[in-house]
């Protein structure tokens, strides 16, 4: 498999049902379409919000996603990152983290992060591969009842530098939760 065969769309009103469709099916127990909408909105607490569809040789196989936080201006984060159960295990989970990187690379930032839960076990792997730094999240002023699960976030640098680690910084994750339990 070759990166050259992937192609990233960026999401816009015009092709959010298709991205909403991709997303509920990778992760259905998620409300897609009201994320995708505040994300393509632009958010004000973000300084960046980009995701894309991701295709392989023209047919939609994912999503993916760049952004960021104001108080965190050099970290790209990953977002609403998935590749359709009929396309995994095949190689395009690390091509689409691969292409992602460098496009938060190549659009200026020093580190790329991403926050994931310790039931993504096949997640875990894919960053462990790509010598992704894990750290456990437990920022205790970032705790609500709905994230119950471990949360940690996986670092790298993008610049030739060290990465400096996350150390329980504020996310934000909490208010997070909060909005999205209003939209079920």
């Known amino acids: 498999m070759k990166q050259d065969m992937i192609k990233l769309v960026k999401i816009t009103n015009e092709n959010l049902e298709l991205a909403c469709k991709i997303q509920n099916e990778i992760f259905p127990e998620e409300d897609a379409r009201e994320n995708f909408i505040e994300q393509i909105n632009k958010n004000p607490y973000r300084k960046e919000m980009d995701y894309y569809i991701v295709y392989a040789e023209n047919i939609p196989i994912g999503v993916t996603g760049i952004y960021s936080y104001n108080e965190y201006p050099d970290d790209a984060w990953l977002g609403w990152f998935g590749i359709l159960e009929a396309y995994r295990q095949k190689g395009y989970g ?23 839960d310790e039931y993504a076990k096949s997640a875990h792997k894919l960053y462990e591969s790509r010598n992704m730094i894990k750290e456990l ?23 030739d530098e ?15 939760g909060e909005k999205e339990n209003l939209y079920k």
């Open 94 to 116: 690390g091509i689409v983290l691969d292409i992602t990187m460098e496009l938060a690379r190549k659009k200026g930032y020093k580190n790329f992060r991403i926050y994931t």
């Open 137 to 159: 999240y437990d920022n205790p002023d970032d705790k609500d009842e709905y994230f119950i699960a471990d949360i940690y976030i996986y670092s790298i640098s993008l610049v």
């Open 162 to 176: 060290p990465i400096d680690l996350w150390d329980n910084k504020l996310l934000g994750l909490k208010e997070q």
